[in-house]
């Protein structure tokens, strides 16, 4: 009964490849969210998506592009991957938009990138 | 960019003893979380304050907010090895106009048994 679910947990890869990150949520909320985690900790806002619909899109490469198929799901897809890439992403979902609810996270997504 | 900063980096305490951290940030909000996130997991929600409110408590923390000098900060009590994890301080910045949550670096805390 995971609130945020993500899949894979980790994922290794080489330069150049293109990969998908999975995230569903069972929480009935209308908002999720894709954040990056560096090394440091930093926790960056790529991307913000309400019913379906992106609103938020952060100074984020052109390779990186969020599909949503439905209001539970939000996909991260990575083109032609870089080491600069390698990062733990988290996605998160909100019941209400605009910061205004608590976020509930998935456990991440461990990216590496050789 | 960045809005919350989270202070101390790092704080290191005996079971039992008192932690606080701080969060300073830079822009007018309508709220501010914390959020608790244990090592290889994702953060977990522990509280909210609005704007408009000087404290807030749940359970052993303690949560206050200072909009004047635009900082927070979040008091653990009693402290557990348990506690052991980083701590993070959301706002809800303005971007493009909608509003995000959006962190900082976080403040890791060891609670020593």
């Known amino acids: 009964d995971t609130a945020v679910s993500q899949t894979p947990k980790y994922l290794v890869t080489q330069m150049g490849n293109d990969k998908s990150i999975k995230c569903e949520q069972n929480l009935g909320h209308d908002t999720m969210y894709w954040y990056k985690q560096d090394s440091k900790k930093f926790l960056k806002i790529m991307f913000s998506y309400n019913n379906k619909e992106l609103i938020i899109n952060e100074t984020v490469p052109n390779r990186f592009s969020p599909k949503s198929p439905d209001k539970a799901h939000l996909n991260l897809h990575i083109n032609s991957l870089e080491l600069g890439d390698s990062a733990v992403y988290f996605c998160?979902?909100?019941?209400?938009?605009?910061?205004?609810?608590?976020?509930?996270f998935g456990n991440g997504t461990r990216l590496t990138v050789t | 960019s960045q809005q919350g900063e989270e202070d101390p980096q790092a704080l290191s305490i005996q079971e039992g003893e008192n932690a606080t951290m701080n969060c300073s940030y830079k822009?007018?909000?309508?709220?501010l979380q914390w959020y608790r996130q244990n090592s290889g997991r994702g953060l977990v929600h522990l509280i909210l304050i609005r704007s408009n409110e000087r404290e807030k408590h749940s359970g052993r923390l303690r949560v206050t907010l200072d909009t004047s000098k635009k900082s927070s900060s979040l008091l653990i009590t009693a402290s557990r090895a348990a506690d052991t994890a980083s701590y993070f301080c959301a706002t809800d910045a303005a971007s493009g106009g909608s509003y995000i949550p959006t962190f900082g670096r976080g403040t890791s805390l060891i609670v020593h048994p």
């Open positions: 822009t007018s909000i309508n709220n």
């Open positions: 998160a979902s909100s019941q209400l938009a605009g910061g205004e609810g608590a976020l509930h």
